[in-house]
Nanobody, 124 residues
């Protein structure tokens, strides 16, 4: 069974940047679509971004378009989420998830494997 390890969260001032990493363990990145979700206190979990098995097709929720970039590195079995121009409303626990089905989806039910969350806090 594939395992995911997320890291890279932290505390940053508004306008700053962070890069999250999601390492695929026990399998090959190329076999999975990988998505990032986030959940803020008192809010529902939200799909943020996804990269398809081809590492070319991507999806972003509207609120992060132009600020976040998702990418995959097959050699490192890792997916990155580069987050620039961070805003206080980006504060949440970010988790990565894997689906063996090709194609991206914002629905959490599509993804069968989940990594632990990493906290992102953006101060104003």
């Amino acid at each position: 069974e594939v395992q995911l390890q997320a890291s890279g969260g932290g505390l940053v001032q508004g306008g700053g940047s962070l890069r999250l990493s999601c390492i695929v363990i026990g399998s090959t990145l190329d076999d999975y679509s990988i998505a990032w979700f986030r959940q803020a206190p008192g809010k529902e979990r939200e799909g943020v971004s996804c990269i398809n098995t081809d590492h070319q097709s991507t999806w972003y929720t509207d609120s992060v378009k132009g600020r976040f970039t998702i990418s995959g590195d097959s050699a490192r079995n890792t997916v990155y989420l580069q987050m620039n121009s961070l805003k206080p409303e980006d504060t949440a626990v970010y988790s990565c998830a894997a689906s063996s089905r090709a194609g991206c989806s914002r629905s959490a039910s599509r993804y069968g494997s989940w990594g632990q969350g990493t906290q992102v806090t953006v101060s104003s």
